[in-house]
């Protein structure tokens, strides 16, 4: 029968000494410090790797106090030593970690991550393991820095920028997007649907146009114009970049950058009304010039008739059949000449001096004169006139012409009565003087907007109006530097704005300069 034998060395297992031996030896080489600590708080044991964290020699470790190595800037971890012994007094486990940090002999600091173990089969000492995580610390408190200057660039963008997750629920809604939107950051971030932001189907067609490469790539969608919501339900236009954020192919979010366009808007609004009041000034400056033209043309046959015609009419006496013929010719010249005069005024063939003029007191003179006509009986006159309002260099009796065409054009089209509101007030930081003239009419028809000013045009039956009252309304304004133009109408009204150059203030003790 087969002896059997139980030789350790034979089977390739190594008896106790051996491990043991192992074991100081992984001990010693491992990266991490280890100390084994008796409960009075010396050290038993320690390998090379606990001597550098601790910037102490390795070889006086053993029997030194880990108290005193530590003290006095660690007492935290001291306490939480004491507090895990005084705990265990069952004999069970007790662990836990604590950061701590070092600084070295050249004065460099290191941080370690003390992790402290009592084992339950040996309850005469503890140990304690040290982790330098100098390395991480550094990264870690690069990464915040790293967020906290992404976060605040972000922020800081005057676009409104917009993340969300594949399934729509918003991650991301800086301040721009706030002050955009109107919504605060708590209110987008729990349970908001980024469908919410767009008119129906939208969101949807914003998402299948990211993932098309017909709109700069696949994953990305630049420069689209459409409509978001705001939190009043006011639609905002927008331009829109975004795209698809992917994780190893794996979609896992979108973005998106708007850019409020509405400023934009209201600048080209302002710019084409600038290339149409520009337009129409090219336009009046060539009328004028013909206006003046036919006017001095006109003049002198106009007086030709008016003398022939009375000299017939003192010679064929009063009881004579065509007696009544001649007072016509007589009458419809007189009314030619008054077309000739208004369109000299037109042409700008007058010169006048210029002064300092209130505003204010141009309305209230021009109303004093009207305020009795019959056409104001039925008229509710509302004055909201700013007493601060700046002055401007102008002619009273010229500006009084302006006004009173203004305000009787209103009155007339309001033929069953009505209210006219007066405002005057300063724009652009006391820059302008502006007047708004009201009226509750039946406003001004579409088609006839760009013709108001042009003379001779009128919408009054024939007799009762020249069409020359805008067009020499308009003409004193230019010659002011100023602009008059329809700032609204609709069937509820029209509201005519002048505006004209303020004279800066001058300071007190300059006046005699």
Do not use: W
């Amino acid at each position: 029968m087969p002896t059997v034998t139980n030789n350790h060395k034979d089977q390739g297992i190594p008896d106790n000494r051996k491990i043991t031996g192992y074991l100081y030896q992984i001990l010693e080489e491992t990266p991490n410090g280890v100390m084994v600590v008796n409960l009075n708080h010396e050290i038993v044991f320690a390998n090379p790797a606990a001597g550098t964290f601790l910037d102490y020699p390795y070889e006086k470790l053993v029997s030194s106090s880990i108290k005193e190595l530590l003290s006095p800037r660690h007492e935290t971890l001291f306490d939480l030593i004491d507090d895990s012994l005084q705990s265990a007094q069952e004999k069970t486990q007790s662990r836990f970690r604590q950061e701590i940090d070092r600084k070295s002999g050249n004065n460099d600091k290191r941080i370690l991550d003390v992790a402290f173990v009592y084992p339950a089969s040996r309850p005469d000492y503890y140990i304690l393991y040290l982790i330098d995580i100098t390395h991480l610390k550094l990264l870690e408190q690069e990464l915040r820095r790293r967020n906290v200057f992404f976060h605040n660039l972000i922020d800081s963008s005057v676009d409104g920028i917009i993340a969300a997750d594949m399934k729509g629920n918003l991650i991301l809604f800086n301040q721009g997007a706030q002050s955009l939107l109107g919504y605060t950051e708590q209110e987008t971030l729990s349970g908001f649907h980024v469908t919410r932001l767009y008119k129906e189907g939208i969101a949807y067609e914003v998402i299948k146009r990211m993932r098309s490469d017909n709109y700069g790539g696949k994953g990305k969608l630049r420069h689209q114009e459409l409509s978001v919501i705001h939190k009043t339900g006011q639609l905002i236009p927008v331009s829109f970049s975004g795209g698809i954020i992917y994780d190893r192919e794996q979609e896992i979010a979108t973005y998106g950058i708007f850019t409020d366009l509405r400023a934009m808007q209201k600048i080209e609004e302002d710019l084409e009304q600038t290339h149409q009041m520009l337009m129409q000034s090219e336009k009046m400056a060539g009328l004028g010039r013909l206006a003046a033209g036919v006017a001095h043309e006109i003049n002198n046959p106009m007086s030709g008739i008016m003398l022939y015609a009375n000299m017939a009419l003192e010679d064929l006496g009063e009881d004579h059949p065509i007696q009544e013929d001649l007072r016509t010719i007589i009458r419809e010249a007189e009314r030619c000449k008054v077309i000739v005069a208004d369109l000299l005024e037109f042409s700008h063939q007058t010169s006048y001096e210029m002064e300092l003029i209130n505003l204010n007191d141009i309305i209230q003179k021009t109303l004093g004169v009207l305020k009795n006509q019959p056409i104001f009986h039925n008229i509710d006159v509302r004055l909201q006139l700013d007493n601060q309002l700046a002055l401007i260099f102008g002619n009273a009796i010229r500006l009084n012409q302006v006004m009173m065409n203004i305000i009787v054009n209103g009155v007339q089209v309001m033929d069953k009565g009505g209210t006219l509101t007066i405002t005057s007030r300063n724009r652009a930081n006391n820059e302008l003087a502006e007047i708004l003239i009201t009226d509750t009419g039946p406003g001004i028809q579409a088609d006839n907007k760009e013709k108001i000013f042009d003379p001779f045009y009128t919408t009054k039956k024939p007799g009762e109006g020249t069409g020359l009252g805008l067009s020499v309304s308009y003409a004193i304004v230019k010659e002011h530097k100023g602009t008059i133009r329809v700032a609204e109408s609709s069937a509820s009204g029209t509201t005519f704005a002048l505006r004209f150059p303020a004279v800066p203030e001058i300071p007190a003790g300059e006046e005699h300069e």
